[in-house]
């Protein structure tokens, strides 16, 4: 190349070679062509400047450059002046504004470094052209800038038409510790956890960083990584050397750690800056991180429940009552907390029967309480009628934070079976005929037994053999409510005899009242009975009440006026039998009898008597 060439071009070429294997040698050698103009008659000479604001700056901070280009010509104007920039490639927020303040766009080129001004076509002759170039200092130690400038017009002194200045960069950095794990788990659960290192930047770390974790008293972690160690309640793990800004020189380590039975979790991470280089990092705020691992909320345990608040319930329960019969109440548990609430998830098949809350039929979705559900079998199903439910809890009672839990789902059984009818045994059928053997106010006719629930006692007996219930014997229906009743249709029970709508037990309730019969006599009346499961038996009951003659044959009765006044009451007896005495009873209503008198008997005797009383007034 020409050392002082006054026209034609330049070349020159740049190489770069390697011992190593290069996969692409095509871009080892770059050549430029610069064309030289010639002289020209008139000459201006240019200067240019740069200088920054500070000598010096922290990388992060913003520096500005001040740029000047002038023609210290007096007399001739240039031509085409190019002023350009030079500074390192990559930074970052350049921004370039002219002597007005008006942004140049596009004039930092981030690949090459160069700024590129707008050419001036004839730049006056005394004229300055300034230029400012403010940017973010970058992490490197040193920032170098240049300008320079040329034109069409030859220069007298070209040293000037080249300037450069120096900033120097102050390391800046800021070690930022995280910590990452679960916010709740569960007691006796193994966690992972993480702890992170970050330099923030902008500058590669000239001191180490160490990372600290500080665990509760007594907690041991496990699976440390990093080559992380455990002293006392404190994790340490080696020091990290030169670490470069961003995620990408992010240093993350971790550790398991057992989620106690109770309490919380709290831990605390540090990182340590080193002292070696007397730079100090730039924010201090961030050395630390903390993370507390609260109980999760235990979620509560629904149980499958086979219903026991009755038998198994008989496939006519449904006839005695149309929204069924309770069944025992819903289970759960929770460890943490209380059940607040029941779910009914799904219902037994119509084939099976239908599920009641509260008398309402129950549908999957509904809310209900563990008590309050009843079940009503479809007549002539035999077999488990199935539900399903879960239960909610009211969170955990020691952290508020977390949400209700849902149980799994509990099964809930009930047994129905083929509904057995019920019998009726009859009672007393020997008593009647004559006054010693009469019957008495409280004389059983007819008892029920319904095998369903029947209980027989240790000698395998429900009732004596007058019809009395047995000590440890049940006859399988309630002893409260209403279990029997006259069917519709029915007939009457005969005066002095009643049903007792609890037991079923058909009774002497009044035995003055008792029609007295000279023969024994046979009543028929139909009931229904509801025993212990629900089931429900018709039937005919037949009993019998036997002779009840009077102790006298009556052959003559009569009742005569006196004086307006008085009555005359006479009557005859062929024969008596234990005719202790008459009692004479007066009514005005035919209703209500009032006794007025007694008249002795003659006991026993086959032979004729005569009898009379007047009823004085």
Excluded: C
Excluded at 168 to 181: E, K, Q, R, V
Excluded at 594 to 612: D, E, K, L, P
Aim: proline share 6%.
């Amino acid at each position: 190349m020409p050392s002082d060439p006054a026209n034609g071009q330049v070349a020159g070429a740049a190489t770069v070679s390697t011992t190593s294997t290069d996969p692409v040698a095509s871009n080892n050698t770059a050549a430029i062509t610069t064309s030289i103009a010639p002289a020209t008659t008139d000459v201006a000479d240019l200067v240019t400047s740069i200088m920054p604001s500070v000598s010096t700056a922290t990388a992060g901070s913003t520096i500005s450059f001040a740029l000047g280009f002038r023609n210290s010509s007096s007399t001739t104007a240039a031509i085409k002046v190019v002023p350009v920039a030079y500074l390192p490639a990559g930074l970052a927020n350049v921004v370039v504004l002219d002597n007005s303040g008006v942004a140049v766009p596009n004039a930092y080129n981030s690949a090459t470094g160069q700024v590129t001004f707008p050419t001036i076509d004839s730049q006056a002759p005394n004229n300055l052209t300034s230029y400012t170039v403010s940017l973010t200092a970058p992490a490197n130690a040193v920032v170098i800038s240049a300008s320079s400038v040329s034109s069409n017009t030859s220069d007298p002194n070209p040293n000037d038409n080249l300037a450069g200045n120096t900033v120097n960069i102050t390391a800046a950095y800021d070690a930022t510790t995280s910590l990452a794990g679960p916010l709740t788990a569960q007691p006796g659960s193994t966690n992972i956890y993480s702890v992170t290192t970050t330099n923030n930047g902008p500058s590669t770390a000239p001191n180490t960083f160490t990372q600290t974790v500080t665990l509760p008293a007594g907690a041991t972690a496990t699976n440390i990584t990093g080559g992380g160690t455990q002293s006392g309640n404190t994790i340490t793990f080696p020091a990290i050397s030169n670490q470069t800004a961003g995620s990408n020189g992010a240093v993350t380590n971790t550790f398991s750690l057992v989620m106690p039975a109770t309490g919380s979790l709290p831990l605390t991470a540090t990182v340590t800056v080193g002292t070696a280089n007397a730079t100090p990092e730039s924010i201090t705020t961030n050395d630390q991180a903390t993370l507390t691992t609260t109980p999760a909320n235990q979620a509560p345990v629904a149980q499958n429940v086979w219903n026991t608040l009755q038998g198994a319930r008989g496939n006519t329960a449904k006839l005695a009552a149309p929204t069924g019969l309770p069944i025992s109440p819903l289970v759960a548990t929770d460890a943490d907390g209380t059940i607040t609430a029941y779910t009914i998830t799904s219902v037994p098949s119509t084939t099976q029967g239908n599920l009641y809350y509260n008398g309402v039929l129950a549908r999957p979705g509904d809310v209900v309480a563990a008590s309050g559900l009843s079940f009503a079998p479809t007549a002539g199903f035999v077999g488990n009628a199935t539900f399903t439910y879960t239960a909610t809890d009211n969170a955990n009672a020691t952290n508020t934070l977390v949400s209700n839990a849902v149980s799994n789902l509990g099964l809930y059984t009930i047994p129905v079976a083929q509904d057995q009818v019920s019998t009726y045994a009859v009672f007393n059928t020997n008593k009647g005929g004559t006054p010693a053997n009469k019957y008495q106010t409280g004389d059983v006719l007819a008892q029920t037994i319904d095998p369903n629930a029947a209980v027989y006692n240790s000698t395998g007996v429900i009732y004596n053999s007058v019809g009395v219930l047995q000590g440890g014997a049940a006859n399988g229906l309630a002893t409260t409510g209403t279990n029997a009743t006259l069917a519709t249709g029915s007939a009457a029970l005969p005066a002095g005899v009643s049903l007792d709508p609890a037991t079923g037990r058909i009774s002497v309730s009044d035995a003055t009242m008792l029609v007295n019969n000279p023969t024994a006599q046979t009543y028929t009346v139909r009931v229904t009975t509801v025993d212990l499961n629900g089931g429900v038996t018709t039937q005919n009951v037949t009993f019998t009440i036997g002779a009840l003659p009077l102790p006298v044959v009556l052959t003559a009765f009569s009742a005569q006026a006196v004086a307006n006044r008085d009555a005359l009451l006479t009557w005859a007896t062929a024969s008596e039998q234990h005719n202790d005495h008459f009692d004479i009873e007066r009514s005005f209503d035919a209703v209500s009898f009032a006794q007025i008198a007694q008249v002795a008997g003659h006991g026993t005797t086959a032979a004729a008597s005569t009898y009379a009383l007047t009823d004085a007034g």
